[in-house]
Structures are given as C-alpha cells and as structure tokens.
C-alpha cells in the first residue's frame, strides 16, 4: 500500500525558510514522478514542483528561484525547500506520486493517483 506522509510545515515571517519532507513506503517502482502541490482556503489546489527518477525538475513560475525540489534516494523522500516565502504561499501542502511514468511532462493533477495528507505552511507578513 502507498504511503506519503509530509512533514517540516510550520509558521514563519515573510521572507522565512522551511524545507517540507515527504516520506514514501509501501511501493518500490523503478520509474515514477513525485510532485509538491499545495491548497490555499478558497482555491483550488495547484502544482508547485515536481521530480522523477532521473532527477529531472519543474516548478510552477510563481515559486521558480525561490522553491528547490530534491530527493534522497535512499531515504525515499522527498524535499521541497522553501526560501524567500510570501504571505501568498501560505497554505496546505501536498505531496503525490505518479507511480510507473517515465517522467513528469504532460502529467496534469488527476494523474497524480496517491496523496499524503498535507502539511500546512503559513506565511506571516
């Protein structure tokens, strides 16, 4: 059974840090893509960044330059390191996994098929 648990969420000042952890078990698939979304109150929830088994990276442009997607293999997990935070970053965030892809091009929100249960960040100004 897949399993994602986030952790590192918390409250800091505008222009603070945190770096998010999802842990993963439950599956050993050699090719996957692992994504950080996140859910503010009232919107809906959108992709932040992504990674797969190659290493390979994307990020929405809102967080380009600031968020810093990474993986520890052997850990199995992965991070979301978060400088230079924004009131308008505050929100819920969540990771997911697309288990068996290649990569993580043309993969929209609905093919992200396992979730943890988010961790929340809030983002004081």
């Known amino acids: 059974q897949v399993q994602l648990v986030e952790s590192g969420g918390g409250s800091v000042q505008s222009g603070g840090s945190l770096r998010l952890s999802c842990a993963a078990s439950?599956?050993?698939?050699?090719?996957?893509?692992m994504g950080w979304f996140r859910q503010a109150p009232g919107k809906e929830r959108e992709g932040v960044a992504r990674?797969?088994?190659?290493?390979?990276?994307m990020y929405a442009d809102s967080v380009k330059g600031r968020f810093t997607i990474s993986e520890d293999k052997a850990k199995r997990t992965v991070y979301l390191r978060m400088n230079d935070l924004k009131p308008e970053d505050t929100a819920m965030y969540y990771c997911?996994?697309?288990?068996?892809?290649?990569?993580?091009?043309?993969?929209?929100?609905?093919?992200?098929?396992?979730w943890g249960p988010g961790t929340q960040v809030t983002v004081s100004s």
């Open positions: 990674i797969d088994r190659d290493g390979r990276t």
């Open positions: 439950g599956y050993l698939y050699s090719s996957y893509c």
């Open positions: 997911a996994t697309v288990l068996g892809v290649a990569g993580c091009d043309g993969l929209g929100r609905p093919d992200f098929g396992y």
